[in-house]
Every structure is written in C-alpha cells, then in structure tokens.
C-alpha cells in the first residue's frame, strides 16, 4: 500500500459556479457522483485547504483538493538498469508493465518515483507505455533539461523502435505518414487514433524478419504522438502482433473494451541518439532486446536493408488513398514537429520536458495531481512572526504572488497587493479575504507595462505608509511578442526589471525605515545564458529581434527568449548590484536577497503560449511542483529569520525544497551589474542610497 496523495487544481471560469460534487463527477469519471459525494461526507475533498458540503459552489482561483487515502496499486516490475549516466543525463532500461509518470491508480509504481529514489533531481525527457520497454533519456539538472527539451523539439534526438507486427508487407522499407487525433470511444470517453484533421506523424518502417503470419521490423519516429507506432502499423494494416485496442485502419474497436493500458504486445525502445547537453557529442544509447524480437538470422537482416535501398526509389505506395504507405529511399530522416496540446496548469519557468510521446503512452486516466510538499515545513522552520510588518508584492492575482501575499498575511503582515486594475485582481482580493480573514490588505493599482502608473502606485504607498519592512517584486511576464510599451521599452525589460528598479527606487527611504526590511526579486531558470546586452535596456521596444520563428519558440530559444533571458539574468544583476551598493553605503538594515521557483504549475504561460511563443502541452506538467512550493524561495526571502543581503533561495534543480543556494558567477558579473543599472537608471531616473 502506498501513502496516499494529495490531488489539487485551481479552478478556472468555466467550473467556476458548479457544485462541487458535480464538477469532480463530471471531471473525473473514475468515481460515480455517489462516490464523489462520500469522499466529501468523509473530508477528504477541501477547498482553499477547508472541508466542504456537496453542495458547495466553486469560485474562480480556488484551490481544489482531494486527499486520496493510501490505496494498493497495480503490480509493476520495479528494476531501471542504467544504460548511460554522467553528471548531466542518465538514460534507464524501462521495463515493460511499468508506467512511466503516475495515472490509472499508479503513483510509485512509476518511472517516475522510482527514478527520484535513487536519483532525486533526475526526470524523464518523454514518455513509454506501460507495456512498452526500452530506452528512456533523463535529465539530471535543468540545463541539461532544456538543451534536451530544445533537442526533442528540433526533432533532432533519434528514435528507434523494434517492433512484431501481423501480415506479410508488400515492401521491406516504408513510411506511415497518417494524422493523429482523438476520437470517441467510449470506454474512456476519446482516445487516440488515426484522424485526419489530427496533427501530422510519421514514422518509417525497415522490415527486419518474415514469419509465419507476423514480421519483425524497426520503427524510427520523428514525431512523438501518443501511441504513434501501434496507430501507424495498424493504419498501414499491420497491427501490432497481440494489440487489444488498435484494428487495421489504426482504429479501436467501435464495440471495444480494452484501454490504452491493456497489454500483450511487443515493442521495445530499441535506441536512443542525442547531442550531449554539456559536451555537444553525440550519444547513441542502446537497450538489450526482449525475447520474441531478436532476428533470427542477421544476414536476413542485411538482405533485407539491401532490399530497401533497391525498392526505395522504385516501389509504390499501398495505400495512396489514405496516404498511409510511402516508399523510403536510404536512411530516416526527421521532420519537424510542432508541440501544441491543451493542459490544465501552466509553467511558472521555462525549462521544458519530458517532451511529447514516444511511440505509445497512457492516456484516458486522471493524471496525478500536485501535492504540496514543503510548504508546511518552510512556515514552520523559515518564517517569522510579521505582525506590525508591511509587505508589498507585485503580481499577486494568482501564482506564487497570491501565495506569498496569503502567507504573509497568516504571519501577520499586512500586505499590499499591487496589481493592473482587472476582475482578476478584484476576485484575488476577495479570495484572500476569504482565506485570511482578519487580515489587512491594500489593493493598489501598478501596471508595470506603464511608469506613469508605478509612479502612481507609489504615491499611494507613500500616503498610505510611512515604512515598508518588505518589497517582493515577484509579477513578470515570459516570451511575449516584440512590441514596445507606451513608454517605448521592450515589454518584457519593462515589466520584469525596468519598472521593480523604479518600485524599489522610490520606496527605498520608507524600507530604509524598517529594522530589518527585505528587497525580494524573483528570478527563474532562464537566467543561465550569455551576458547582458545594453540593447535590451534601450528605448527599442519593437525592434529587438522579431517574434523568432515556430520552432525556435516550441524550443524555447530565438529573440522571445533571449528577450526574457535577459530580464531574469536582469533581476539577477540587480540583486547583486544592489547588495553591493548596500555595503558600500554600510546600510545592514535592508536586505537585497533573490529567488527562484523551480517548475511550479501557475498560470504564467497563458500569454504566452496564445502569443504563440511556446507549446501549451508539456507532459513535465506531471512533474511540476504546486504554486505553493513554487512560491517558498520568495517566501523564505520575505520573512526567513536568519536570510542575509544576497542570500538566493530555490530548489536545486526544477523542483524541491528551497535551498539557499551559491549564486552563478554570471550573476556576479560586473559587466552583467553595470548594464543593468545604468540601463534602468537611464530609463527611470538615478538610484541613490
């Protein structure tokens, strides 16, 4: 028996209203509405961390919850031989029968859980089927993952699959070229199938072995949709050799009962080819083959490569009507693929992965939701009473912002919350109330996008408050398009450093009041990259690289990214700078400290991904941490007792506790601080301490 878990979502508009006991039935169909109605009788269902009645009705922003008692899950074989390992990647031997990130009833009968046992910061790159074996990249540290991610979405990580399928084919090598999409089935409600308004696959075909009524093959895919391989040899007439679930036609059964996680037949991650994130070299990983398909003969083998060659550039599609079957002619080659699904959470930082299917994964089970896991332990160990203080946080509508402002608050504090003027901002307010009642918050209007109104928002702390003990800049925006503010800056450069330089600029008299006051800045993984460019700091909004092109964006590089790069490394500069005019000045009663906030699923991405610059879906949505996790590196900045000026707080890779952490010498960097200031200063006036 496991230790339970703990499910949680932010509810969206479109189940704001709703019972809560019809949303869950509806949502998550595993349990009938009866069901539903016992788990919230027993208290195991909470909103925004309170027991509810089935009647309850949900609001926009709340924190829903279903603590799920331990249960006994399915058996699955344990064992990850480690076929490759260094500092940066590790790549394991799945066995088949196992799941790679939980769902269906699995939780550490995963992959997943069982990789972080012995090997706590590591993570899939993509995903096998449970009864797919074979060959698995992980990362190991969140640079390692985004050059890995970036590598996915090229379509330049090579993929290789052996295969037994029925039938006897007209050709020895051949490429499946058919649309992937869900269709109903009512087992599970939709699935994946062969559609042909879905998006593009393609997956080419090398014919190893004839047997009796199946042949042995290899299958190398350049794309990665869910349960390609078995949709593709089923579409080509060849299903695979014991699938339940897919027909020729690439199809299920209109009268079928089986589920994706049904097994039987045989498929094997054969080899795995990547660039070395650190050293750039090329990897080819190979996994031993499982009995049943091993060719028997290696010079039928060579004979039938033969065969390819020689048919390739002569032989005719099967199937022109449905475009399922084309000749190949010499090695595969990839195509580019563009990452674009729906998911329910976003990413609050921009490293990426595991990155799509490959060649057949889980579907239709309700994915593991995001159990909170230190935030407990950081309020108990990492806070201090705030009673008396006065907090200010920028972007506090939801995110780690929302979470900060609400922890601050049960400590005592009283907070501001400096927002665009928006239903969200209002609808925040009222939730925080809600969940802190008693407590004293100030909404204050601050459009960062806009100097004019952060001038303003500090008038109005001025009047209000004559000492301010802390100041988190946490709101930011990511990898939005090239266009400038009406101030003529560079969106992101405005909203991320430009306008916090102002906010902390003119506040700073009321925070040198405070016997002890924290200058909180929240920074991400993007800061790791090249240097400060003074360009970005300029009045050029508009005019700093475009808007880079589809792949680039899915692969989280081109000018949208160099452009947020610039603000996190920015936020970066600006902490340290700051220290180091702190000291020179023998200021010790204000604080200049930084944070990170690993992966954690908020709702930041929005924006971007409908701006088009990035992929909404990103199956390492399964791996994030909660909001409230995310939100601990600026809250042990905020009100840790024992943080001192620079301290930098965050997981050590993209998920965890929040450690204090070494800062990179990159954020030392005089050159680095010296852009930064005097590019802020430029734009908003002189910052004297």
Same mark, same amino acid.
């Given at each position: 028996?496991?230790?339970?878990?703990?499910?949680?979502?932010?509810? %969206?508009?479109?189940?704001?209203?709703?019972?809560?006991?019809?949303?869950?039935?509806?949502?998550?169909?595993?349990?009938?509405?009866?069901?539903?109605?016992?788990?919230?009788?027993?208290?195991?269902?909470?909103?925004?961390?309170?027991?509810?009645?089935?009647?309850?009705?949900?609001?926009?922003?709340?924190?829903?919850?279903?603590?799920?008692?331990?249960?006994?899950?399915?058996?699955?074989?344990?064992?990850?031989?480690?076929?490759?390992?260094?500092?940066?990647?590790?790549?394991?031997?799945?066995?088949? !029968?196992?799941?790679?990130?939980?769902?269906?009833?699995?939780?550490?009968?995963?992959?997943?859980?069982?990789? $972080?046992?012995?090997?706590?910061?590591?993570?899939?790159?993509?995903?096998?089927?449970?009864?797919?074996?074979?060959?698995?990249?992980?990362?190991?540290?969140?640079?390692?993952?985004?050059?890995?991610?970036?590598?996915?979405?090229?379509?330049?990580?090579?993929?290789?699959?052996?295969?037994?399928?029925?039938?006897?084919?007209?050709?020895?090598?051949?490429?499946?070229?058919?649309?992937?999409?869900?269709?109903?089935?009512?087992?599970?409600?939709?699935?994946?199938?062969?559609?042909?308004?879905?998006?593009?696959?393609?997956?080419?075909?090398?014919?190893?072995?004839?047997?009796?009524?199946?042949?042995?093959?290899?299958?190398?895919?350049?794309?990665?949709?869910?349960?390609?391989?078995?949709?593709?040899?089923?579409?080509?007439?060849? &299903?695979?050799?014991?699938?339940?679930?897919?027909?020729?036609?690439?199809?299920?059964?209109? %009268?079928?009962?089986?589920?994706? !996680?049904?097994?039987?037949?045989?498929?094997?991650?054969?080899?795995?080819?990547?660039?070395?994130?650190?050293?750039?070299?090329?990897?080819?990983?190979?996994?031993?083959?499982?009995?049943?398909?091993?060719?028997? %003969?290696?010079?039928?083998?060579?004979?039938?490569?033969?065969? /390819?060659?020689?048919?390739?550039?002569?032989?005719?599609?099967?199937?022109?009507?449905?475009? #399922?079957?084309?000749?190949?002619?010499?090695?595969?080659?990839?195509?580019?693929?563009?990452?674009?699904?729906?998911?329910?959470?976003?990413?609050?930082?921009?490293?990426?992965?595991?990155?799509?299917?490959?060649?057949?994964?889980?579907?239709?089970?309700?994915?593991?939701?995001?159990?909170?896991?230190?935030?407990?332990?950081?309020?108990?160990?990492?806070?201090?009473?705030?009673?008396?203080?006065?907090?200010?946080?920028?972007?506090?509508?939801?995110?780690?912002?929302?979470?900060?402002?609400?922890?601050?608050?049960?400590?005592?504090?009283?907070?501001?919350?400096?927002?665009?003027?928006?239903?969200?901002?209002?609808?925040?307010?009222?939730?925080?109330?809600?969940?802190?009642?008693?407590?004293?918050?100030?909404?204050?209007?601050?459009?960062?996008?806009?100097?004019?109104?952060?001038? #303003?928002?500090?008038?109005?702390?001025?009047?209000?408050?004559?000492?301010?003990?802390?100041?988190?800049?946490?709101?930011?925006?990511?990898?939005?398009?090239?266009?400038?503010?009406?101030?003529?800056?560079?969106?992101?450069?405005?909203? @991320?450093?430009?306008?916090?330089?102002?906010?902390?600029?003119?506040?700073?008299?009321?925070?040198?009041?405070?016997? %002890?006051?924290?200058?909180?800045?929240?920074?991400?993984?993007? $800061?790791?990259?090249?240097?400060?460019?003074?360009?970005?700091?300029?009045?050029?909004?508009?005019?700093?690289?475009? @808007?880079?092109?589809?792949?680039?964006?899915?692969?989280?590089?081109?000018?949208?990214?160099?452009?947020?790069?610039?603000?996190?490394?920015? @936020?970066?500069?600006?902490?340290?700078?700051?220290?180091?005019?702190?000291?020179?000045?023998?200021?010790?009663?204000?604080?200049?400290?930084?944070?990170?906030?690993?992966?954690?699923?908020?709702?930041?991405?929005?924006?971007?991904?409908?701006?088009?610059?990035?992929?909404?879906?990103?199956?390492?949505?399964?791996?994030?941490?909660?909001?409230?996790?995310?939100?601990?590196?600026?809250?042990?900045? /905020?009100?840790?007792?024992?943080?001192?000026?620079?301290?930098?707080?965050? &997981?050590?890779?993209?998920?965890?506790?929040?450690?204090?952490?070494?800062?990179?010498?990159?954020?030392?960097?005089?050159?680095?601080?010296?852009? @930064?200031?005097?590019? /802020?200063?430029?734009?908003?006036?002189?910052?004297?301490?």
């Amino acid at each position: 028996m496991n230790d339970g878990y703990t499910y949680s979502e932010v509810i %969206d508009l479109h189940a704001a209203g709703q019972p809560v006991d019809v949303y869950l039935s509806g949502r998550y169909r595993h349990s009938s509405l009866t069901e539903w109605r016992e788990h919230i009788q027993l208290g195991r269902v909470l909103i925004d961390g309170v027991r509810v009645t089935t009647d309850a009705l949900l609001d926009h922003g709340q924190v829903l919850e279903w603590r799920r008692p331990p249960w006994n899950e399915p058996g699955a074989p344990l064992t990850l031989p480690v076929l490759y390992q260094d500092d940066a990647v590790r790549v394991v031997h799945k066995p088949a !029968g196992l799941p790679t990130l939980p769902g269906g009833g699995f939780l550490q009968h995963t992959l997943l859980h069982q990789l $972080r046992l012995a090997d706590p910061s590591a993570s899939p790159m993509h995903r096998l089927g449970r009864w797919t074996s074979g060959a698995v990249l992980c990362a190991r540290d969140p640079s390692a993952a985004a050059k890995i991610a970036s590598q996915f979405s090229a379509c330049t990580v090579t993929k290789r699959y052996r295969a037994l399928a029925t039938g006897r084919p007209a050709l020895d090598c051949f490429e499946i070229d058919v649309a992937i999409g869900p269709v109903p089935y009512a087992p599970i409600g939709t699935l994946h199938a062969k559609r042909p308004d879905g998006r593009p696959a393609l997956s080419q075909v090398r014919v190893l072995e004839q047997r009796r009524d199946a042949f042995l093959c290899d299958v190398t895919i350049s794309t990665g949709r869910p349960h390609q391989i078995r949709i593709h040899m089923a579409a080509a007439g060849h &299903p695979l050799v014991g699938d339940p679930l897919y027909m020729a036609g690439g199809l299920p059964a209109p %009268d079928g009962t089986a589920v994706p !996680g049904d097994g039987g037949y045989l498929l094997h991650a054969a080899e795995l080819g990547f660039d070395h994130p650190t050293t750039g070299e090329r990897v080819t990983v190979t996994a031993s083959l499982p009995d049943g398909l091993r060719v028997s %003969d290696l010079a039928e083998r060579a004979e039938a490569t033969a065969r /390819c060659t020689s048919h390739g550039a002569h032989a005719q599609s099967r199937d022109r009507r449905a475009s #399922a079957l084309i000749p190949c002619d010499g090695p595969p080659t990839l195509m580019p693929s563009k990452r674009i699904v729906h998911m329910k959470h976003r990413i609050e930082q921009d490293a990426a992965a595991p990155h799509g299917h490959d060649g057949d994964t889980e579907e239709g089970t309700m994915p593991a939701q995001i159990e909170t896991l230190h935030l407990n332990t950081v309020v108990a160990n990492h806070t201090r009473d705030m009673t008396g203080r006065i907090a200010a946080v920028t972007g506090t509508t939801t995110g780690t912002g929302f979470i900060c402002a609400r922890e601050l608050a049960k400590r005592g504090a009283t907070v501001l919350l400096l927002n665009r003027a928006s239903s969200r901002a209002s609808s925040s307010l009222a939730q925080l109330r809600q969940a802190v009642p008693g407590a004293t918050f100030q909404a204050i209007v601050c459009d960062l996008q806009d100097f004019a109104s952060v001038r #303003a928002a500090i008038a109005t702390i001025k009047a209000s408050h004559d000492r301010l003990d802390v100041l988190c800049n946490n709101a930011g925006v990511m990898a939005l398009e090239d266009f400038a503010t009406k101030d003529g800056y560079d969106v992101q450069i405005q909203t @991320n450093c430009i306008s916090h330089f102002l906010l902390t600029k003119e506040l700073f008299p009321l925070l040198a009041k405070s016997d %002890d006051a924290r200058i909180v800045n929240h920074s991400s993984g993007a $800061r790791l990259g090249p240097p400060l460019e003074e360009k970005y700091f300029a009045r050029q909004g508009g005019d700093l690289g475009g @808007n880079g092109t589809a792949a680039q964006n899915a692969s989280f590089s081109g000018p949208r990214w160099m452009r947020y790069h610039q603000t996190k490394l920015g @936020n970066a500069a600006f902490t340290y700078g700051l220290k180091q005019r702190l000291e020179a000045a023998g200021i010790t009663n204000v604080k200049s400290l930084l944070a990170h906030p690993g992966l954690a699923a908020t709702n930041l991405q929005v924006t971007t991904a409908e701006t088009g610059g990035m992929p909404l879906d990103l199956p390492i949505m399964q791996q994030a941490q909660s909001p409230e996790d995310g939100a601990l590196g600026i809250m042990r900045a /905020c009100m840790d007792p024992a943080a001192a000026s620079g301290d930098f707080f965050g &997981p050590k890779t993209w998920s965890g506790f929040p450690e204090l952490l070494p800062p990179e010498d990159l954020l030392l960097d005089a050159e680095n601080i010296r852009i @930064n200031w005097q590019g /802020c200063e430029a734009a908003v006036g002189e910052f004297s301490l």
